[in-house]
């Protein structure tokens, strides 16, 4: 649901305070959505605190800018804060191992990180080794994942997952894990799938350990609620599983068949379709057992959800439950269920990766320019033998100096400036005219949204006013690139500025990028009161940068971009804190993102062939006399530098 949201400083009217970083935080809600890690500082800066069992360390995102800026480092820039992802990976680990003593469940919990959340080494390696207290595992649904993760996965004691579909190759490289003594579990997503393990299983002389998906008949709510239900694109019916198994059994493979796998989607935003799946797949794997086929894994999939708007409900970018609340129905749900059925505990496997990584990293980046609505200055005095529909725009703007009616002013405005259009097309209106009645015809909407702030009841049409005269924050990123889900599954994203949070924004905007394309906006934000169109945003001043942050973005995002404008990968930060450091931080690398050599390359194109025609076409001047031999050989060395550079705009001071 979207919400109005009122210009900035109508609520003044009545309550006329200095502002402060608290109603900053009531207008951003950084804490609703910053799982703790995030607080508006005093200063007015946004404030880190990367490690939940650490809450003394605390970084000044300024001076994470800062730090940047002075190694040189060119905006955009990614983000990743690592003590957020170990911080995360503990958090998920602990939670089950407490409620697991707490409930008085039998079997352990081992996890694994799905790696097609976010497949970044740096990511995938600082999980599995903050994993390793816990043998946390690695997920992988492809080839190219399988085969990463059979080289990071290392620890013998912790899970590999193998999901999604696979080939003869595969099936080899699954075994191949068995053999470097790896626990690889894969989990037939189609029938078939299994004749292709156990026949190559056989070939090879190595024993699986096998799971069965099951096409749940339980669906998620949210966004991904294809997931489950008869038409899920994955799993076996109950009568395929039965058959599975009984397969197995006849190949003498029995004892193979491990574990019992189910998801019904990510970012789950009712805890009521996490408690119905955990009810439908703990009866499942307690009558194979009771038709003798011991099952030792329930493997509970992904769907943990993330608080992106921070309202804690069953919007499709929220969610009604905590990361507790979610483990204890598992735990609980399970316990449950085989105690009534007198079958052994299983030992408890869960996929989520949106939790796991979501917060550890944001995309910083400048806003450097402001497309006004209404920014043109026109002379609109009368002029002789003037049109009647400009004197008639005119009349109306003046009789707002008196008493007037919003509504009715609003439709002969909209209805002058209509009929402008239409006698302008006739060879009727001139263009003067025309520039004219537009001028006064923004006037007019000025005036009135000023009005609007004394309504108690705003109609409709008039609602949109708000939205049609805000301003267009200029960004220097691509949605396409940074938060591809913005823009094509509407996710909602949480935008802040990073600095002056204890001044009043008072321009109420958009957030538009800088490719050239019209879906490239940012015009959904979390705010007090629910998503709106426009966030307000501080005023830009000429001598100082201005810096938003777009949060959330450490899974999917980070690596589902595209080449859209062929901008490409951003400049990479990787921050740890440490509180020995005066700041409570160091940058502990920087990936560089990609130069234009880079995107041009992968379209094909030749780096060196470019810089010889753009040189080729210099020389011919030279010889002809145009450019002189000093201008032309520092026109080459600049298209070659250029070549090299960056791929987003220089928009530093
Ligand atoms: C995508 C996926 C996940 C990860 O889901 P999250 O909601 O990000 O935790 C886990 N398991 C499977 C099979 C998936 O396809």
Redesign the pocket.
């Known amino acids: 649901m979207r919400v109005f949201l009122r210009q900035p400083g109508a609520n003044n009217m009545t309550d006329k305070h200095d502002w402060t970083i608290d109603d900053a935080e009531r207008l951003y809600g950084v804490k609703r959505w910053g799982g703790g890690y995030f607080e508006i500082g005093e200063n007015g800066n946004l404030h880190i605190t990367p490690d939940h069992s650490n809450p003394a360390m605390r970084i000044d995102f300024k001076a994470v800018i800062d730090e940047i800026k002075e190694e040189g480092i060119q905006f955009p820039v990614v983000i990743r804060f690592h003590d957020i992802l170990r911080s995360q990976v503990a958090e998920l680990n602990q939670t089950f191992r407490n409620t697991i003593a707490e409930a008085g469940y039998d079997s352990p919990y081992m996890g694994v990180y ?1 790696v ?2 976010n497949q970044m080494r740096e990511v995938v390696e600082e999980i599995v080794e903050a994993g390793a207290p816990f043998n946390y595992g690695l ?1 992988a ?1 492809s080839k190219a994942e399988l085969l990463t993760v059979l080289a990071y996965n290392t620890n013998e004691g912790a899970l590999t997952i193998l ?1 999604g579909y696979k080939d003869e190759e595969v099936m080899q490289l699954a075994l191949l894990g068995r053999k470097m003594g790896r626990k690889v579990i894969v989990v037939v997503e189609k029938y078939s799938e299994l004749l292709l393990l156990v026949k190559n299983a056989k070939q090879l002389g190595i024993e699986p350990m096998i799971g069965l998906r099951s096409k749940m008949t339980v669906k998620g709510r949210g966004k991904w609620e294809s997931s489950g239900g008869d038409r899920a694109k994955f799993g076996l019916t109950i009568a395929e599983i039965i058959n599975a198994a009984r397969y197995l059994k006849e190949q003498g493979m029995g004892h193979c068949l491990k574990l019992l796998h189910f ?1 019904i989607g ?2 789950l935003t009712d805890i009521r379709s996490v408690k119905d799946a955990i009810g439908e797949g703990a009866r499942i794997y307690a009558e194979m057992h009771h038709m003798g086929f011991p099952l030792e894994y329930v493997d509970v ?4 959800g993330i608080d992106y708007d921070g309202s804690k409900s069953t919007n499709e970018s929220s969610r009604n439950y905590s990361m507790a609340e979610y483990v204890a129905d598992v735990v609980y749900g399970m316990k449950e269920v085989c105690d009534l059925e007198n079958v052994p505990h299983p030992t408890l496997v869960s ?5 796991i990584t979501a917060h550890h990293s944001c995309v910083v980046t400048q806003i450097f320019g402001e497309i006004k609505a209404n920014s043109s200055e026109f002379a609109t005095e009368a002029a002789e033998e003037e049109h009647i529909l400009v004197s008639n725009m005119r009349s109306l703007a003046d009789s707002l100096q008196g008493e007037y009616d919003l509504q009715e002013t609003f439709n002969d405005a909209a209805q002058y400036k209509e009929q402008t259009l239409a006698a302008f097309k006739l060879s009727v209106v001139t263009l003067e005219e025309l520039a004219k009645v537009e001028t006064l015809y923004w006037e007019i909407m000025t005036e009135l949204q000023k009005g609007l702030r004394n309504l108690e009841f705003i109609p409709e049409e008039l609602q949109e006013l708000d939205y049609s005269l805000s301003s267009q924050y200029l960004c220097n990123f691509s949605v396409f690139q940074s938060c591809a889900d913005t823009w094509a599954i509407d996710q909602v994203l949480p935008v802040i500025p990073l600095t002056r949070m204890n001044e009043e924004p008072t321009v109420n905007c958009s957030l538009v990028d800088i490719t050239c394309d019209s879906d490239g906006k940012i015009d959904q934000f979390v705010c007090e009161h629910g998503i709106t169109d426009v966030i307000p945003m501080h005023k830009l001043k000429k001598d100082e940068e201005y810096y938003m942050g777009l949060f959330l973005t450490g ?1 999917y995002q980070d690596v589902m971009g595209d080449m859209h404008n062929l901008f490409g990968r951003l400049n990479e930060v990787h921050i740890y804190g440490h509180d020995d450091d005066p700041q409570d931080f160091y940058i502990e690398e920087f990936v560089p993102g990609s130069s234009v050599e880079n995107v041009l390359s992968i379209m094909q194109y030749h780096p060196s062939a470019l810089a010889q025609s753009v040189k080729k076409s210099i020389d011919k001047h030279i010889a002809a006399g145009d450019i002189k031999p000093r201008e032309g050989v520092k026109w080459i060395d600049f298209y070659e530098k250029c070549l090299q550079g960056y791929t987003y705009l220089k928009t530093s001071l």
Not at 301 to 304: D, I, K
Not at 351 to 355: M, Q, T, V, W, Y
């Open positions: 799905p097609k959340v997920e649904g999901n998801h990510s970012q999939g992904g769907g943990l996929e989520s990766g949106r939790a899974a």
